[in-house]
């Protein structure tokens, strides 16, 4: 059968979070590559522990057709600043999973809600697509996780939950998954036109430990773009209580995240089911169907 739907996933220390990501995707996947660091390193060259055993076990646990393909190349090169790597990482997955058809790139720490629609979706815009065509982006609107609230003082659990990012007027976050042509810029950014699907995604981006959140934002892409020290004192701070006089929140882009939200759910899983019937999800569709005009958006930029 013809690889389609390809879905890579860059691996390193957080791999444990595959365990969420993976199982909403499987099924209707033709191929998944998990993308590792051979020196087990991360994007900043620092080594990190790395539990092979634990990781093998996984993969037995979530692979029972054998789709994933493991491949292990240095992407930690030290000539390199941060956001370099990720993009060698990305460019190179890219070619390992092979031309045509939909290249889709996932973190670790992004879950669909609806995987299936967003295939769909993929479909209808084009069944087949190919490098020679013109290149484009199909974008996910995200719903970032910035902290898990755990209240052992509180008998009822009332205060246990995740802060997210609140987008009460639909300006969602957007980042490319899929592409015909997987060229990689900075991330999953590229210079191909952005079309923007109705498909969602939780992004537990900041919602991890102290030790894991302060080892994520050492090394990831955007390491050296913002106050790092000063964000991670304020993130610290943020409670089941305060999160609502927090706005503009996003470290390098403020105005992206401009308020938060609190939801009630003990774990990722509970999370996962409860926030979709909570919170309206959904794309205003005369506002995308302009975005995703190609002749539209040409005229825009040349009248800036």
């Not at 996933?9 to 995707?25: E, I, N």
């Not at 609140?166 to 980042?175: G, I, P, Q």
């Not at 590229?190 to 995604?201: E, L, Q």
Request: glycine share 4%.
């Amino acid at each position: 059968m013809k690889n389609i739907y390809k879905i890579g996933f860059c691996v390193a220390y957080d791999w444990q979070m595959l365990r969420t990501s993976v199982p909403r995707v499987y099924e209707h996947a033709d191929l998944l590559v998990f993308s590792i660091d051979k020196y087990r390193k991360s994007w900043s060259g620092s080594p990190y522990n790395f539990d092979e055993a634990g990781f093998s076990a996984l993969l037995r646990e979530i692979d029972p057709q054998n789709k994933i393909q493991i491949y292990e190349d240095d992407f930690s090169n030290t000539k390199n600043n941060p956001l370099e790597n990720d993009n060698l990482q990305r460019n190179l997955m890219g070619k390992f999973m092979g031309e045509g058809g939909w290249h889709i790139q996932i973190d670790a720490d992004e879950y669909f809600l609806d995987f299936l629609q967003f295939k769909n979706y993929l479909k209808n815009y084009n069944p087949n697509p190919q490098p020679s065509q013109k290149a484009v982006n199909i974008s996910v609107n995200l719903i970032p996780l910035l902290k898990k609230i755990d209240d052992e003082n509180n008998d009822n659990k009332q205060n246990t939950g995740y802060i997210f990012v609140d987008f009460k007027d639909k300006n969602f976050e957007t980042a490319p998954f899929a592409t015909n042509l997987p060229i990689y810029h900075a991330a999953r950014r590229n210079g191909h036109f952005n079309h923007i699907s109705p498909a969602f995604a939780l992004h537990e981006t900041w919602a991890r430990s102290e030790m894991e959140l302060r080892h994520k934002i050492n090394n990831w892409g955007h390491r050296d773009d913002f106050d790092k020290e000063s964000y991670f004192r304020l993130w610290l701070a943020l409670d089941a209580h305060n999160y609502k006089y927090i706005q503009d929140f996003h470290p390098i882009e403020g105005k992206v995240w401009k308020g938060l939200g609190f939801c009630e759910a003990k774990n990722i899983d509970e999370l996962l089911e409860i926030l979709p019937k909570k919170q309206d999800f959904s794309i205003d569709k005369n506002k995308t169907f302009w975005e995703n005009s190609r002749i539209w958006q040409k005229i825009r930029s040349m009248m800036k």
